[in-house]
């Protein structure tokens, strides 16, 4: 149960919170944001919730384990109840690799609705190798990819090709979830 302007609500009943998920340079940020925008609904970028010593470990090109990302994940998982309390929508990106991480932020959560970005090898490390200023380096995404689980059907994730522009892939989002 979360409180809403003095009244228990369930938090069934909590507004919608998207979850856009992949490996890196499958444009999470550029599609949450756009999203988030074209919604009017607060947005959240994962990265930012990394505590310092993981974007350290990530800049030298060391990947994360599961105890690394388990402030993470608990932080997201935080924000999302945050805008439930707040009776507020969101859009948060997160890498969300394995199932054990993506049960993690949908318990207790309903109104989590997943979006799984999916793209190439090939396409993915072309966009990774011209990004600039991110600590993410190429030479990572294949433990991104061997750490990758993708969603199953009975996660009931939206799965969206990241090879058309960010505009459509967000278009296609809205038409999977005309609810919202």
Known sequence: MAVLQGYRVAMSDAPPVFLIMGVAGTGKTTVGGMLAGRLGWQYAEADDFHP?????????GIPLTDADREPW???????????????????????????????????????????FLEGSRELITRR?????????????????????????????????????????????????????
């Open 73 to 115: 994940l608990t932080a997201i998982g935080q924000w999302i109840d945050e805008r439930g309390a707040a009776g507020e929508s969101g859009v948060v990106t997160c890498s969300g690799l394995k199932r054990a991480y993506r049960d993690q932020l949908r318990r207790g959560r309903p109104q989590v609705r997943m979006v």
């Open 52 to 60: 310092p010593a993981n974007v350290e470990k990530m800049s030298a």
């Open 128 to 180: 990774l190798a011209t990004r600039h200023g991110h600590f993410m380096r190429v030479e990572m995404l294949d433990s991104q990819f061997a750490d990758l689980e993708p969603p199953t059907p009975d996660e009931g994730a939206t799965v969206v090709s990241v090879e058309p522009p960010p505009g459509v892939i967000v278009a296609e989002i809205l038409r999977a979830h005309p609810d919202v």
